[in-house]
């Protein structure tokens, strides 16, 4: 499918800018939008003389239009933990006026849409992996719920335009993803373990490490959101590697793959932090065929060189 012009907001961020790199591959004109709360211009510096690629600074929390588009991918939000704690209200103001001023683009122009929504969603789960039919367990007034409730109403807002304007709206709810352009000083684990790991100070597990994540790199996780943004499905689908690792085995092969002499060190469990995170992707295997291709260790080994070379 081919989209001639799309509307990519959060342009500027990690997954946003690989969406704008792998959007232009295919052809299509590409608009990004970012007001830099999070997202970074050294992320998408490289497209700066690219013919279909324009980069607009604006808060989509503000009235916007950029004129006639046929597809919006909907991916700003402050989405790591440190950043979504310090800029609480406005990570639930992106969440749901900066989500409606987009569906509202989208209906506008009778565009696609898709809002990247989060695992964040399943919060704490009780169930394991998580299937896209869990309702979750989420604290919703801890302090991870600017993100957790912001995600869940982004999903019920996005519904509701489906079902009452009858918006062509996908769901995509993303697991943790890593690879280049992730941000050294956001907070996640990955990232967190590689800049430690290569400035040899101890690497920080939090609680005893046996708290599971499951690591999906970027590119698997572009091609999964290209794959369902062509397909009729508009309820949520999990897009992420069901591979699941203790954050301990994964302090340890971030060691083993830098060389890294660092000790491990422990610190307390941030509240509500999720003891469990595995998807259960095989709807998006049903429903489009996707995988994730990528091993762990494969996709470090492409992750590392570019936090080696990068200037803080």
């Given at each position: 499918?081919?989209?001639?012009?799309?509307?990519?907001?959060?342009?500027?961020?990690?997954?946003?800018?690989?969406?704008?790199?792998?959007?232009?591959?295919?052809?299509?004109?590409?608009?990004?939008?970012?007001?830099?709360?999070?997202?970074?211009?050294?992320?998408?510096?490289?497209?700066?003389?690219?013919?279909?690629?324009?980069?607009?600074?604006?808060?989509?929390?503000?009235?916007?239009?950029?004129?006639?588009?046929?597809?919006?991918?909907?991916?700003?939000?402050?989405?790591?933990?440190?950043?979504?704690?310090?800029?609480?209200?406005?990570?639930?103001?992106?969440?749901?006026?900066?989500?409606?001023?987009?569906?509202?683009?989208?209906?506008?122009?009778?565009?696609?849409?898709?809002?990247?929504?989060?695992?964040?969603?399943?919060?704490?789960?009780?169930?394991?992996?998580?299937?896209?039919?869990?309702?979750?367990?989420?604290?919703?007034?801890?302090?991870?719920?600017?993100?957790?409730?912001?995600?869940?109403?982004?999903?019920?807002?996005?519904?509701?335009?489906?079902?009452?304007?009858?918006?062509?709206?996908?769901?995509?709810r993303i697991f943790n993803t890593y690879?280049?352009?992730?941000?050294?000083?956001?907070?996640?684990?990955?990232?967190?373990?590689?800049?430690?790991?290569?400035?040899?100070?101890?690497?920080?597990?939090?609680?005893?490490?046996?708290?599971?994540?499951?690591?999906?790199?970027?590119?698997?996780?572009?091609?999964?959101?290209?794959?369902?943004?062509?397909?009729?499905?508009?309820?949520?689908?999990?897009?992420?590697?069901?591979?699941?690792?203790?954050?301990?085995?994964?302090?340890?092969?971030?060691?083993?793959?830098?060389?890294?002499?660092?000790?491990?060190?422990?610190?307390?469990?941030?509240?509500?932090?999720?003891?469990?995170?595995?998807?259960?992707?095989?709807?998006?295997?049903?429903?489009?065929?996707?995988?994730?291709?990528?091993a762990l260790r494969e996709g470090l080994?492409?992750?590392?060189?570019?936090?080696?070379?990068?200037?803080?």
């Amino acid at each position: 499918m081919h989209w001639k012009t799309v509307l990519v907001t959060g342009g500027a961020g990690f997954l946003g800018s690989h969406l704008c790199d792998a959007l232009l591959q295919r052809g299509s004109r590409v608009i990004a939008v970012d007001n830099l709360s999070t997202g970074r211009l050294k992320n998408i510096a490289h497209l700066s003389k690219e013919s279909m690629f324009s980069f607009e600074e604006h808060d989509i929390c503000e009235p916007f239009d950029y004129g006639a588009v046929d597809f919006v991918f909907n991916m700003a939000s402050p989405a790591s933990p440190p950043g979504y704690m310090k800029l609480g209200v406005e990570t639930l103001r992106v969440g749901s006026v900066g989500t409606e001023q987009t569906l509202q683009i989208a209906r506008r122009y009778q565009a696609g849409y898709l809002h990247a929504s989060t695992s964040e969603c399943y919060g704490d789960p009780k169930e394991h992996p998580q299937t896209e039919e869990y309702w979750g367990n989420v604290n919703p007034i801890g302090p991870r719920s600017v993100y957790d409730e912001a995600k869940r109403f982004s999903e019920a807002m996005v519904m509701a335009y489906h079902r009452y304007y009858k918006v062509n709206t996908h769901l995509v709810r993303i697991f943790n993803t890593y690879g280049p352009r992730l941000d050294p000083k956001d907070g996640r684990v990955i990232s967190n373990l590689i800049m430690q790991a290569l400035a040899g100070e101890d690497l920080t597990i939090y609680g005893d490490g046996s708290q599971t994540r499951s690591f999906c790199y970027v590119s698997d996780l572009i091609a999964g959101i290209l794959a369902l943004a062509e397909t009729s499905e508009a309820t949520p689908v999990n897009i992420g590697n069901p591979d699941e690792f203790t954050i301990l085995s994964a302090a340890e092969i971030v060691k083993e793959l830098t060389g890294s002499k660092s000790k491990i060190g422990f610190a307390p469990l941030p509240e509500d932090d999720p003891k469990q995170r595995q998807p259960d992707i095989s709807k998006a295997g049903r429903l489009f065929g996707w995988k994730p291709k990528v091993a762990l260790r494969e996709g470090l080994g492409l992750t590392i060189p570019y936090f080696q070379q990068i200037e803080l």
